[in-house]
């Protein structure tokens, strides 16, 4: 069993880079562990109607010690059933420097022979050089990483990825470097360039009172769009990511805000009500900045859950 | 209907009188002879306890259980149980260790005594949920954090304020999570109950706790239940910035001048609760001081947005009958008004204390004025930073405690003209009145006297 992990800030493209990897990989059998904040995995939803199997991991980085064994169990899990390829997409904040000590005891309870292929790091070309200096987690995502894709070039000048490949060299002069927009690299060459050399292993980062406070909003009644948006752009400084579908007057939409980029994509598919994931960048503060923003432009009773 | 009259008042509308709500907790179980761990450890027990009460008080509103250290016990408190005091913490899981917690030991909904308390909720609304608004108590996320934390934290907060804060916003994720099982069991209103809170300065609230306190308040009223910020001790410079953390209601005791504070959260459109004297006139007084106390409540001020209760969690053995005066003069003040019309008020306790010769001690005496910090989690911290002063200067000093519930010490409190309680005076001047000195403070003063 082959195993890649993927790493990347909230909002780099991770999800959509998996996405790209289960089109390309659709003749092979595919497993996925899915590690989100939440407590309800949004991002299951994107790809569950796929063919693969998916274990969803929540509450907590896989790589701290809460849910470390939980992680370990799933993997060792996928090496009872015929799988050739499993793909783990971690937290957008997820420290992997321990993943050197997980694979040795996974490979201890596993039934078959495990081949870890190596890390795979997604950054935002738009927003790194402000992130990573404030949060070290996305360094040892690259210092740890075997290939670094620097995505939404297409947003970005020249001058500023450069600068960002510079930083990524100081980290981890042996990692492949790709660059695109959308994720839309060569997904297969990519994984065929895959070398995982030992990186090393030190303490991980993540304890749980790392993990950024997120809070999950959900709301019954259908929305005004242009309204929603006005919400999302007085609250989304507030934040490190928004996420989820909503349900407006003018149809469903899936959401995806990072920084102040907002995105509204059509979704063709039901959803029960509007449920968005918001991941804080203020603490707690972010049930009343959300309230109050909240209760400016709608009526509709707003559900928080922490 | 009682229940209406409380979701009335919390609304902020007019209403025909003004709604009564008893704090039974250990009292509870005094009701059906069972003690303070019975009725708060057994879920029987206190199921038929607060029948009990329901049927006696006749409240409009009630709380479910009054413990302050359900959720402390979870995250690895030790508890010292009493048979008519709610348990006290005993070892604090922090101390030593300036650490946040992890997320994971937040509780759950099968954590600890929380299963019981659910069962218990559940039980009372099937019962008498129609007709009284139901009240669930979690510990406010500062007195929490002191319980994790112990008195190092008023150390932390002039060295570290941001470790205060991040400790804080960790236990208001805990506040949030107890909201979640409260209102789901049925409750109706969710009181925050944060005694320690009378103890920092306004601008220490502003600044470390405020933005907690303000996403607790939110995160219920988006749950559509009603909140209640609840504070005891002398919480009077803390009204404004309690109000402006916006809850639906406010909760205070004795030492708060209730008229005043009500101009305030008046301003905030808040309703207030409160504040019979726990000790003086409900453990200690008799059925007409009972009665002329709520009398005078109830016509001293406007009536909107007003709640009568006793200044906090009533104490164990408060006799049965004033808190049934009590109930009679809110549902018929103005017969009780007429029965009490010369009533004198319950006069001093006669009993002579003799107050140590200040002038000439022979070494440095540091005396403790507290409601009983057995109970009162603010006085509890009050003694314990003078205890760690004891432990510091051997029998170079010497340490007293002077409880409220004992009739000698109220006598004498009395005598020393002690106006707020918990105080600190050191050779009989007093030298912290509700706020609680760091280690550093008192050192700094004792050094002087020694």
Known sequence: MNLILITGFLGSGKTTFLSNLLKEFSNKKIGVIMNEFGEKGIDGTLIKNDNFDMIELNNGSIFCACIKDNFIQAIAEFTKHDIHYLFIESTGLADPSNMENILDITKKLSTKEINYLGSICIIDSLYFLKQYKLLPALSRQIQYSNAVIINKIDLQNEDKINKIVIEIKKLNCNTYIYKTSFCCAKVKDIISNLHYSNTGFSETTNTRETRPKSIIITVNEKIKKEEFVKFLENICLDTYRIKGFVNTTEGIFEVSVVGNQINLTPWNNQIKSTEIVIISSVGIKIISRVTKEWNKYFNSKLSIKS | ?450
């Open chain 2, 1 to 450: 209907m009682g229940k209406e009259l409380i979701l009335k008042t919390l609304r902020h509308e007019k209403t025909e009188r003004v709604p009564w709500i008893p704090f039974a907790g250990v009292h509870a179980g005094k009701l059906k002879g069972y003690t303070a761990e019975e009725v708060l450890k057994d879920g029987d027990k206190l199921y038929e306890s607060l029948l009990e009460v329901n049927k006696l008080y006749t409240p409009d509103g009630m709380p479910i259980i009054f413990d302050l250290q359900i959720e402390a016990e979870i995250m690895g408190c030790q508890l010292l149980w009493a048979k008519d005091n709610p348990p006290s913490v005993m070892s604090h899981p922090l101390q030593g260790e300036k650490k946040i917690p992890c997320k994971c030991k937040i509780p759950t909904a099968q954590s600890g005594r929380i299963p019981m308390i659910l069962d218990v909720m559940k039980r009372i609304k099937a019962q008498i949920g129609n007709e009284t608004a139901l009240y669930g108590l979690i510990c406010g996320p500062f007195t929490l954090a002191s319980h994790l934390r112990g008195s190092e934290i008023f150390m932390d907060m002039i060295m570290d304020e941001q470790y205060v804060k991040d400790l804080v916003s960790y236990c208001a994720e805990v506040c949030c999570k107890m909201t979640d099982y409260y209102v789901d069991a049925g409750m109706d209103v969710i009181a925050v109950v944060d005694p320690l809170v009378s103890q920092v300065s306004p601008d220490h609230f502003e600044s470390m706790l405020s933005e907690s306190f303000t996403a607790v308040f939110d995160y219920i009223r988006n749950k559509r239940a009603f909140s209640s910020f609840f504070v005891c001790g002398n919480a009077t410079v803390q009204m404004d910035v309690m109000c402006k953390t916006n809850p639906d209601s406010i909760s205070i005791d004795e030492n708060v001048d209730i008229k005043k504070a009500k101009e305030i959260t008046d301003k905030y459109n808040i309703t207030i609760g409160g504040n019979i004297p726990l000790t003086t006139t409900m453990l200690y007084g008799n059925q007409q001081d009972n009665m002329k106390y709520v009398v005078d409540l109830i016509d001293n001020m406007d009536n909107h947005n007003l709640i009568i209760a006793p200044g906090c969690d009533m104490p164990y053995d408060i006799p049965i009958e004033n808190t049934i005066a009590v109930a009679q003069a809110v549902r018929q003040t103005n017969e009780v008004r007429e029965m009490v019309k010369n009533y004198e008020a319950f006069d001093d306790i006669d009993i002579e204390v003799e107050l140590p010769d200040y002038e000439n001690l022979s070494n440095p005496l540091v005396e403790v004025f507290t409601l009983d910090a057995k109970t009162c989690a603010a006085c509890t911290y009050m003694l314990n930073s003078a205890l760690v002063a004891a432990d510091h200067y051997g029998d170079k000093i010497e340490v007293v405690e002077y409880k409220y519930t004992v009739k000698e010490d109220i006598a004498r409190t009395k005598k020393m003209g002690v106006k707020n309680l918990p105080s600190i005076y050191i050779n009989g001047k007093l030298k912290w009145a509700s706020i609680i000195p760091s280690r550093k403070e008192l050192f700094e003063e004792i050094d002087k006297v020694i």
